[in-house]
């Protein structure tokens, strides 16, 4: 297990990562694969002052922290949505609320998609 601190507007918050399996059994044999799992500790009146509960102030904090980490280019939509815990279809119709581009196309890209199709 390790120990990080997340800094949030002057305030200090433990960050505590941990590792672990996740197992799957099927018909054709058993398939493993290793996460990790971020905890951070952040005080009960901040989602008081929110007018929110706790369970949905940390679905905000995966949906933000996936939001960021795709506009970035760190993660795929999908993989975004994971971390979000929502499905690809749902994170792809939010990157708008957050101000963020659903698909990130360079000017060859945007250009080659609508140039005009010659018979």
């Known amino acids: 297990m390790e120990y990080l601190w997340l800094f949030s507007n002057q305030t200090l918050l433990p960050l505590t990562i941990q590792s672990y399996a996740h197992l799957r059994f099927s018909p054709g044999g058993a398939y493993a694969w290793f996460v990790k799992a971020i905890q951070i500790?952040?005080?009960?009146?901040?989602?008081?002052?929110?007018?929110?509960?706790?369970?949905?102030?940390?679905?905000?904090?995966?949906?933000?922290?996936?939001?960021?980490?795709?506009?970035?280019?760190?993660?795929?939509?999908?993989?975004?949505?994971?971390l979000a815990g929502i499905s690809r279809l749902a994170f792809l119709f939010a990157c708008p609320q957050w101000n963020v581009p659903a698909v990130h196309w360079d000017a060859d890209e945007l250009a080659a998609e609508f140039k005009p199709i010659r018979m």
């Open 41 to 82: 500790e952040y005080p009960e009146a901040w989602t008081a002052a929110a007018g929110s509960s706790s369970e949905r102030f940390e679905n905000e904090a995966r949906l933000a922290l996936g939001m960021k980490l795709f506009e970035m280019g760190r993660l795929t939509s999908g993989q975004a949505s994971q």
